[in-house]
């Protein structure tokens, strides 16, 4: 080792309303001397891949605005769920060739903990044991933030009322979300009638192979005539919030419940995206609205058990993925905003480096 | 007793948005004969007050409109629930001068149940032990439907959290599910801060006279900027969905809940009333939401202890009411009209006929 090019992807402007890559984000390089970088006790990782979530525009806002997430300060690289291996350590809990799963910088090399102005709420580090067969970038979709937050929020907030329900329609379906949600709900009551809703062919085909009963593309087909013929609904996944849960609320059980999870329409759009125009359905039909954030509340109780559950699944083929995958630091950007114009098929991630 | 006019609002034409006195109602005049009318087994019932409920513009509506509630067909008499006293009886549940809680036409005197085409799905007629002392039109809002309302759902699904909770806020809040809200809520935790909010100066000395610790005037005050100032909200009863509901969601608690007991704003207006914008809120919070139809579902499951426990709150003087009164049923277009105005102060009676 020596002194090399450490790629790195730092926030550099407040986006208006989309992620410009090139402007919202920069590419730089700087020096690194990997074998005399100091640690202060901490760790030096080796990028392996990097998530890119719809969330990171909501970290990518002006700190004036307060939000549920941390923003990243400008000039500092940005940093979000991810993978590597441990170069070098002065943390006993951590040992050279160890496999950890993070909230790591957009860094070729990192130290961690970093400086003071790189420590932000969500950071940690943890080493997993890493199933045999698996590629590293599992860990940032299916057995990372998007699996975690399916199966964490499905099995507490949505499986005992699935096992009484006859229909369940997820939106933003192909998504990393979206597909665990379906697979997972046919494991838990392999009779439900499961409706997705995405907003291509390429992504409608995946809804097809994963299992949906009924898919719908929303920018082509009438996603409330849909939802009326196979309905009522009785649990409604909603990644989408805007348009899609309006057409869902006209078509819900009774008694129906919505796992809130996301709202990409409020979040990849300025103004009208985000409007919700029939809540007053919720009174109406006495629906059950359950929002949540990974980590937090009931949902994070069963996240002890998810790796040992999760993996087996995996491994039986009853959870499947597939990536959208962004190859190098110099596409990060693009991948931070393909999840919100929808262009990505499959998880979105940044492989930094092949293993 | 003879052949004498009878007064009856029959419901003639859909409104295109809101309800016109006249127009949408008409009053009108036919004969009966009290002695001989056919009871086919009923009974004819005297009544005394008939309650005017917001969601009566609901079922003032085009039937092809699938809602929670049924419509009442045009020509027909209007019906919701009133009180009244039985005239005569070949029903051997009722005796003449019983006093009786119901589901009952808009008429000075009807059979009950009525020819077929005047059963809908509500119909009910039960006989109260009427508390001594207590007016007959009591029996229509805080002991009537409003009151049931604000305490089955209160009960259960807000109590036991209130309990914990620091700020709830109310909206609508002098209206009679309101203001029954604001006190049972002090009753089951006397330290919470409660914020109501309504819509006239009126109603805002309403507010202070039940003991809200904050008011908002939300036509002439910035109902987002006193919810942040007071808040976070721990519990936000919500009334009137659309832009209250916004400013409430932008200052919720983290695992707060919503109650969506009505939604006035959108009932009372055709278009951008009922538009929420701040959905997205909901899973960066995680909030729970809970819609109730009176009657329906877990609430419902305490309403068999309502008028005992209800019935010596108000005696204690711990559950105030106010009336806004109605004199005939001549008036009750104008009755059924002010709640979605706003110009009533106090809960919207239809008095028929001074006992």
Redesign the interface.
């Known amino acids: 080792m020596a002194i090399i090019k450490n790629g790195t992807v730092i926030y550099a402007e407040h986006p208006t309303n989309h992620i410009v890559p090139g402007v919202t984000t920069k590419y730089i390089e700087e020096d690194i001397d990997l074998d005399n970088v100091p640690l202060n006790g901490g760790v030096l990782i080796k990028t392996l891949a990097l998530s890119s979530d719809p969330y990171m525009r ?1 970290r990518m806002r002006d700190p004036s605005i307060p ?2 997430c941390p923003v990243v300060p400008l000039g500092q690289p940005l940093d979000n769920f991810g993978v590597g291996t441990i170069v070098r350590s002065e943390d006993p809990a951590f040992k050279p060739g160890d496999f950890v799963d993070g909230f790591i910088n957009f860094q070729e090399y990192s130290v961690w903990p970093g400086p003071p102005e790189q420590q932000h709420v969500l950071r940690y580090l943890t080493k997993i044991d890493r199933a045999p067969g698996l590629p590293a970038t599992i860990y940032t979709g299916t057995l990372g933030l998007a699996g975690k937050s399916a199966y964490s929020a499905y099995d507490v907030l949505a499986k005992e009322k699935s096992l009484e329900s006859k229909v369940l329609f997820v939106s933003g379906a192909a998504g990393p979300v979206g597909t665990f949600v379906v697979e997972y709900a046919r494991i838990c009551n392999p009779n439900l009638k499961i409706i997705g809703s995405a907003g291509s062919a390429a992504k409608i085909e995946i809804l097809k192979k994963i299992g949906c009963d009924v898919t719908i593309n929303y920018k082509e087909q009438d996603t409330a005539a849909i939802l009326k013929e196979h309905g009522p609904i009785d649990i409604y996944w909603d990644n989408t ?1 805007g348009a899609t ?1 309006d057409a869902a609320l006209k078509n819900m059980s ?2 129906g419940l919505i796992v ?4 990409i329409s ?2 990849s759009n300025n103004g009208d995206g ?20 990974y980590g ?2 009931e949902p994070a109780k069963v996240l002890p058990e998810f790796y040992e559950k999760a993996t087996k699944l995996v491994l039986e083929g009853k959870i499947t993925s597939r990536e959208h995958r962004f190859n190098g630091l110099r596409e990060a950007g693009e991948a931070l905003e393909v999840v919100h114009s929808g262009k990505n098929t499959g998880k979105a991630v940044i492989v930094v480096r092949d293993e």
């Open positions: 909501y939000m549920f919030s849960l009774f008694f809130a999870c996301g709202a409020a979040a985000s409007i919700v125009r029939n809540f007053e359905e919720v009174f109406q039909r006495s629906i059950a609205i359950r929002g949540f954030v937090m509340g």
